[in-house]
């Protein structure tokens, strides 16, 4: 997931504007890259989901 760190206009989508804690779609990676190195984007981690009935050592027979 991308998160808009900086105001910008997006012009491969007819100028959207993109606003400061908006999530930016990730459809092409290098554009993603790009924004990102230009300070315009923050790529976040998506959570690691735990196993369902674990407890927090990852243990489920707990």
Known sequence: ??????????????YKRYKIGDEYPETNKDRVKY??????LEIAEK???????ADENGDSNA
């Open 1 to 14: 997931m991308a998160i808009v760190i900086q105001v910008f206009r997006e012009r491969l989508e007819n």
């Open 47 to 53: 959570p690691k989901r735990g196993k369902k009935g």
């Open 35 to 40: 924004l990102a190195k230009l300070g315009f």
